[in-house]
């Protein structure tokens, strides 16, 4: 059944994205980009690998829209403004698939036990969303990096640990198909 709008059309496709993230700094995304090609040619998957500068740990999904939701933007910066967190350790251990849209299965890099501080800066980061009105029922966070998408479904297996420290998170508007990510705010993890 197509959503149609109030005025009988159909309601608009969206064009652009909304999450908050933990980036890697560009040394540690040159390291994820290796592993991902590497990884690649040895599991001999097809599928094209994440560009650099867009690997990320999601923390929190804020939509999808037709244009870019100015006051959930205002919204969400003030709920980061209010995050008294220190910079913390990620690391990550092992690689696997998860179940995507058939033929496109996200690859993944998947945290550590000591996953810890990204579990802890989604949980409060995810509790000012909530008073801010903006939080949504979210699936259990497991931290990962996507690295690339792919038609075969790749089983768990170790890879040797990487992580890098977390000295901050984003605000990201990704404009959907286009393979381009704006950072629309930056907040320091020195609380």
């Known amino acids: 059944m197509q959503q149609t709008s109030l005025d009988g059309l159909a309601a608009p496709h969206p064009t652009?994205?909304?999450?908050?993230a933990v980036m890697p700094p560009p040394a540690s995304a040159a390291q994820l980009a290796e592993l991902a090609a590497d990884l690649r040619g040895r599991l001999g998957l097809k599928g094209r690998p994440r560009?650099?500068?867009?690997?990320?740990?999601t923390l929190h999904h804020l939509g999808?829209?037709?244009g870019v939701p100015q006051q959930r933007v205002d919204d969400a910066r003030a709920a980061a403004a209010g995050i008294a967190m220190g910079a913390f350790e990620t690391?990550?251990?092992r690689v696997a698939s998860f179940a995507g849209r058939p033929g496109k299965h996200p690859?993944?890099?998947?945290?550590a036990g000591a996953a810890t501080g990204l579990a802890m800066l989604h949980a409060g980061l995810g509790a000012r969303l909530a008073v801010a009105g903006l939080g949504r029922r979210e699936r259990a966070f497991v931290p990962h990096v996507t690295l690339l998408y792919d038609a075969r479904r790749v089983p768990a297996q170790p890879v040797e640990p990487l992580g890098w420290t977390a000295r901050?998170?984003?605000?990201?508007?990704?404009?959907?198909g286009r393979t381009e990510y704006r950072v629309l705010g930056r907040w320091e993890l020195v609380g």
Request: charged content about 15%.
């Open 16 to 20: 652009d994205r909304l999450f908050f």
């Open 51 to 57: 560009p650099t500068s867009h690997l990320h740990v």
């Open 64 to 66: 999808d829209f037709a």
């Open 91 to 93: 690391c990550f251990d």
């Open 107 to 111: 690859f993944v890099l998947l945290g």
């Open 168 to 176: 901050e998170f984003v605000l990201v508007h990704s404009l959907l």
